[in-house]
């Protein structure tokens, strides 16, 4: 159980690290922040992910993309539907649902994400931990912190860093306790998506 909490945690350092030099210091991350469908950064940034979440727990647990649940009720569908929508109706820097690249990119943004930081790290820190607590906040703070690699966190004075690490803690707190109620990767993942759409552009 140690080790894979030490894994887990390089992979996320690992992942942190890059990201930060890709985003901020080569400064890939501002066209990936606008959704760029052109910026090679965004898609090789979520390629990374899956291919941590796929490869690590595969190798350490033998477990497949089969274990992370694909199944869910009508009854979660509707609750991941509406907590993303009334989230989204909050984002103003989302991805515009008027146009059909958008709603792609969002789908991927999300499962990438979603398969990271919480069928991975939510799940291992689950696994690893005895108090049901632990592996949600810890997962949500280190999804809050990832967000400081985001070229438009960044960009923020240092009060508005820690609202964005607030804020992306709070979310990834939702995202993880759907996950863990539900059982199903599908209900994060539906929240994550419906989030992230800009429902302002209408």
């Known amino acids: 159980m140690k080790k894979d909490i030490i894994v887990a945690l390089a992979a996320y350092i690992t992942l942190f690290v890059i990201s930060f030099y890709m985003s901020i210091i080569l400064g890939l991350g501002k066209a990936e922040s606008h959704h760029d469908p052109f910026s090679l950064w965004m898609y090789g940034r979520r390629l990374i992910m899956i291919i941590c979440a796929i490869l690590i727990p595969l190798l350490t647990r033998k477990e497949t993309l089969a274990h992370i649940g694909w199944k869910t009720s009508i009854r979660w569908v509707l609750i991941a539907t509406g907590v993303g929508i009334v989230m989204g109706f909050n984002n103003k ?64 004075p240092l009060g508005g860093k820690i609202a964005f690490v607030i804020l992306f803690t709070l979310l990834g707190s939702i995202f993880a306790y759907g996950y863990k109620k539900s059982g199903s990767f599908l209900v994060p993942w539906m929240m994550h998506f419906f989030a992230v759409l800009k429902y302002r552009a209408f």
């Open 93 to 156: 820097g989302g991805f515009d649902p008027t146009k059909p690249i958008a709603i792609v990119l969002a789908l991927f943004h999300a499962f990438a994400t979603e398969l990271f930081f919480r069928r991975y790290l939510f799940k291992t820190f689950s696994v690893s931990f005895q108090n049901a607590w632990t592996p949600l906040l810890l997962s949500s703070f280190l999804y809050g912190c990832f967000y400081l690699t985001v070229w438009t966190t960044w960009a923020q």
